[in-house]
């Protein structure tokens, strides 16, 4: 769902509303009229107030009202990331509907659980001390799935309700000669079992036996059931909300103590118009929801029910050309219920929608700073899961995003869990691995070096956390028995503890021959780690509180709403600093580059030459397979086939009432589909809509002008797969191939009568059923015309060969999308998939493809590092294989960019710039050049010459973008800096 068209910064936030409105556009940005403003003055984001989208105003009041929040930029992660490291540290199909689908409703990122999903897991926990339900609306849901070994299924309900076994129509004159018929068969079939009888018959006729019994006990219940409702039951939505209502008055009877439902929402994949799509199903969305708190208000249990509201991913802030948006990663969620602590927005907006931003990776695809973990803490323990190990079952990742997890207290109203392992000191550490080969910690091996962590602090409860990695060629002459470990790999990460003062007694701990002993043995080469050094300390702000006690057994309910839409959680934390010293420091320049204000008047000794752990250089990116470990999903096509036609409907002299028309068209929409799409069997997707309504004299004026007679429908058939009927490579036989199987399946239908029938089928209103049973139906068709790009582009050719191809033999998915698959040159192509050996990937085009043209070494005139032994950039021709393979991580085009990239520091720069005869430079070559001079405790820029500049800065130096940063960062507590 595109949520930033749901929550965005309101227009007194003049700086961010104006960044919104300009990379939106006219064509997707909200106005002014079209907002609701709402306080965010008590969250910790960019604006003190932001606003809905006006189709939700009432989920806006529900928000001012204290029982709902936001989430901001939440999403799936399997670590804290942003643009810089992500590609990287996701292991995951980004962008892919099916697998973040799957992702979403797991929340389970290394598959530790496999095939359960969030809800399913937490119901495993809680049905060993009471009774639980788990009720999907229509169609199974993965998030309900638990432990397959539990005796307890997911139970699916219609929305329309639960049938009769004996409904169908069998020989017989009456009910009860029906199913005599069918008994004596149903007998037979499920009888006990022989000698002969096949080896799961008695789990067969179990399970049918079961099955029916449930099924008969949920009919027998929802009989009786008071149907009054508040909730709309002309909407999709409005009916599959209804139908949970329905179950939450039956609880009683269903004996349960708590309660886990699923429901579904479609259409939000809106490539094209997407502005006007969107609104029509928040208009849904608000009235549905609006009705389920009315009706859960009157019931008395609005305090006893969380409705989540999220969806698999977000969408680009950019329009496309179709006036929609495309793919994103990080969007809002929405929570909200009686016992929601609301009137918030908690995660973190970016500051920004620019792509300068640190989690913008272009376009406005955000990579989320709130895991979905974070939110599921909170509700999970809110809904009685307190103990760590059940968390732990319920999150099997959450260990990996440290503090940064929502707690009870922090979401609901008188919540007392809290997030174990903090409140306390947090410190992070850089441990630097020496490796014979350059090469990242993969997710698995990060999570075992924190385990490793875990196991060697005692006597405190803490979390740990991988931030990031730094690879480099390291300087073998200070340690010789080093001297085949070539290569560096500084790893950075977080240790969080429960308590206070404890950092000295951590860090002293992993600083001991036995821990490094211990975490080397997490990957499986050669390794030796060198001590770990602090790099900053602070205590947190955490609640403290103990945890609260597990739940009664009373009836407890809880629903999640699960919808293509999005809701964000992320976790805040406050760092606190220590007193001001009684006096400034007299010493002079420390070894490392202290981050906190000094508090005594202990002396270092200046360092005496650069530090000996390795050169600094751009981290290269793991060497990936030549073939992805996870195949792409077919299940991503976005281009689409649009019919459009007309329907006159005759009713005679007979005027329809508002209501009727109302009716008539929510009935239309499906009747079309059903008849429209019945034909496409292999259609990934299929959906029938309308666009307009009035009579058939009344077309000159606008919709809301219109008549509410309702006799003239215009509609789309929206048709997602064209590969299925033709050959891809001609537009016009796809495009004949559908337009004939739609169209002829339509006119069968106005003929026999079969829309008519499906228009009865889809409407609760007596008095149009009546009246369409006479009503005479005609209509006409519009042509389609289908474009199929990515005909002649590059494609990864994965299975074949490490390169890209242009032979239009690729999958069916990357022909129905071409922008997210496809490139127009082979060059970029091996760039975004074989990025580890470009070079390699043109070479191996011009071998399969057999052409005469050499292919030159695009690297030889590049600049490169040489560490070995002039420690300055040359362009010789003879970089290791490895920056070849990567140029864009080790390889520049000019002698001063390379300089900056791998020796922008006092000395190693100067040296490096210098060495083709020019001038040794007399200003820091990056941007962010202001650092702290700690003999005079001032900020100082990096240049030689008069004041500000202090010398060309240290390797060591921390950096910052101006002095005002600077300051604030490091000596805040000196007046005037």
């Not at 503090?403 to 441990?431: A, H, N, Y």
């Not at 002459?477 to 007694?505: F, K, P």
């Not at 390797?955 to 101006?962: C, D, G, K, R, T």
Request: proline share 5%; with cysteine; hydrophobic share 35%.
């Amino acid at each position: 769902m595109d949520s930033m068209n749901m929550i965005v910064p309101d227009p007194e936030c003049s700086g961010l509303y104006g960044d919104y409105i300009a990379r939106r556009g006219d064509s997707l940005a909200l106005t002014i009229s079209e907002l609701k403003s709402i306080d965010a003055s008590s969250s910790n984001q960019p604006c003190s107030k932001f606003a809905v989208n006006k189709q939700l105003t009432d989920l806006a009041d529900i928000y001012d009202q204290g029982d709902g929040l936001f989430i901001a930029n939440i999403g799936h992660l399997q670590k804290p990331v942003d643009k810089n490291n992500y590609f990287t540290e996701t292991k995951t199909q980004l962008f892919s509907h099916h697998t973040m689908q799957e992702e979403s409703f797991k929340v389970d990122a290394f598959n530790l659980m496999d095939n359960t999903g969030i809800l399913g897991r937490m119901n495993d926990i809680l049905g060993n001390s009471m009774a639980i339900g788990q009720i999907a609306i229509d169609k199974t849901s993965v998030n309900l799935m638990g432990d397959p070994s539990l005796p307890r299924q997911v139970d699916v309900v219609r929305r329309s309700g639960v049938d009769e076994f004996y409904r169908q129509n069998v020989p017989g004159s009456s009910d009860e000669s029906k199913r005599a018929v069918l008994r004596p068969l149903m007998r037979q079939l499920n009888s006990i079992a022989d000698d002969t009888s096949g080896v799961h018959s008695n789990l067969w006729s179990q399970s049918f036996i079961d099955s029916q019994n449930k099924t008969e006990t949920y009919r027998t219940l929802l009989a009786n059931v008071n149907k009054t409702t508040a909730v709309p039951r002309n909407t999709a939505l409005g009916v599959q909300i209804d139908m949970i209502v329905q179950l939450i008055k039956s609880r009683e009877e269903r004996g349960v103590n708590r309660d886990s439902f699923a429901v579904t929402m479609g259409g939000f994949d809106q490539h094209f118009s997407m502005k006007d799509g969107l609104n029509l199903l928040f208009t849904e969305i608000n009235a549905a929801l609006k009705g389920l708190r009315d009706e859960l208000v009157a019931l008395g249990v609005w305090d006893q029910v969380t409705i989540v509201m999220s969806s698999e991913f977000g969408r680009t802030i950019t329009p496309n050309a179709s006036g929609g948006t495309d793919h994103g990663w990080g969007g809002h969620h929405w929570v909200m219920g009686g016992s929601v602590k609301g009137g918030r927005i908690l995660g973190k907006h970016p500051n920004s929608y620019a792509s300068s931003d640190l989690h913008n990776t272009g376009r406005g695809v955000w990579v989320p700073t709130t895991s979905n973990e974070a939110m599921w803490h909170g509700i999970a323990q809110w809904f009685g899961i307190t103990s760590d190990i059940g968390l732990a079952y319920v999150l099997p990742n959450m260990n990996n995003f440290g503090c940064r997890l929502f707690s009870e207290t922090d979401m609901f109203k008188g919540g007392t869990g809290v997030v174990s392992g903090c409140g306390g000191d947090i410190i992070q550490l850089k441990q630097t691995f020496f490796l014979s080969e350059p090469r990242l910690l993969t997710g698995d091996e990060q999570k075992a070096f924190c385990a490793k962590v875990l196991d060697a602090v005692t006597g405190v409860t803490v979390r740990c956390v991988v931030l990031s990695q730094i690879i480099a060629l390291r300087d073998t002459s200070a340690r010789r028995h080093l001297s085949d470990l070539l290569y560096s790999l500084d790893v950075e990460y977080e240790i969080s503890s429960s308590e206070t003062n404890v950092s000295d007694g951590i860090t002293n701990t992993l600083n001991s021959d036995e821990f490094e002993a211990s975490a080397g043995t997490v990957l499986g080469m050669d390794v030796q780690i060198e001590t770990a050094t602090v790099i900053t300390k602070s205590p947190t702000s955490s609640p403290t509180s103990s945890p609260s006690q597990s739940p009664s057994v009373s009836p407890v309910v809880t629903t999640t709403t699960t919808t293509t839409t999005q809701t964000t959680t992320t976790t805040t934390t406050t760092t606190q600093a220590t007193p001001p010293p009684t006096s400034p420091p007299t010493t002079a320049n420390p070894t490392s580059s202290p981050t906190e204000k000094p508090t005594s008047t202990s002396s270092t000794s200046v360092p005496s030459s650069s530090p000996t752990t390795g050169k600094p250089s751009s981290s290269p990116t793991n060497p990936p397979s030549s073939v992805p470990t996870i195949s792409p999903s077919k299940a991503v096509p976005k281009s689409t086939a649009t019919i459009s036609g007309t329907l006159t409907i005759d009713f005679g002299d007979e005027n329809l009432s508002s209501s009727q028309s109302g009716n008539l068209v929510t009935a239309m929409e499906t009747a079309v589909e059903t008849v429209g799409c019945s034909g496409l069997t292999d259609s990934q997707s299929c959906k029938g809509s309308i666009t307009s309504y009035g009579s058939p004299s009344d077309q000159s004026r606008s919709l809301s002008e219109r008549l509410l007679e309702a006799t003239f429908i215009e509609y789309e058939i929206i048709i997602v797969t064209i590969c299925a009927f033709s050959d891809c490579s001609d537009a016009k036989a796809v495009a004949d191939a559908l337009y004939t199987l739609v169209t002829t399946d339509l006119e069968i239908a106005y003929g026999n009568g079969d829309l008519v029938a499906a228009l009865r089928n889809n409407t609760s209103d007596s008095s149009l059923i009546t009246l369409l049973a006479s009503a005479i139906v005609s209509g006409n068709f519009g042509v389609v015309t289908i474009i199929i790009e990515g005909l002649g582009m590059y494609y990864p050719a994965w299975g074949v060969a490490a390169t890209c191809l242009n032979d239009r033999k690729q999958e069916l998915y990357m022909t129905i999308n071409p922008t997210e698959w496809m490139y127009q040159s082979l060059q970029e192509c091996c760039h975004r998939y074989y990025s580890w050996d470009e070079i390699g990937c043109v070479q191996k085009n011009a071998e399969i493809t057999g052409s005469s043209q050499s292919i030159p070494d695009p690297t030889a005139v590049l600049y490169y590092p040489e560490w070995l032994s002039s420690d300055v950039c040359v362009n010789d021709g003879l970089a290791p294989s490895y920056m070849k393979k990567q140029p864009v991580f080790w390889m520049r085009a000019t002698l001063e960019e390379c300089c900056k990239a791998h020796f922008s520091w006092d000395g190693g720069y100067a040296k490096c710039i210098s060495s083709e005869g020019g001038n040794a430079p007399t200003q820091s070559p990056i941007e962010e050049s202001w650092y702290v001079n700690w003999e005079d405790f001032s900020c100082v820029q990096s240049c030689e010459g008069p004041s500000p500049c202090g010398g060309m800065h240290k390797e060591w130096n921390v950096l910052h973008p101006s002095r005002e940063k600077c300051c604030s960062e490091h000596l805040w507590w000196k007046a005037g800096c």
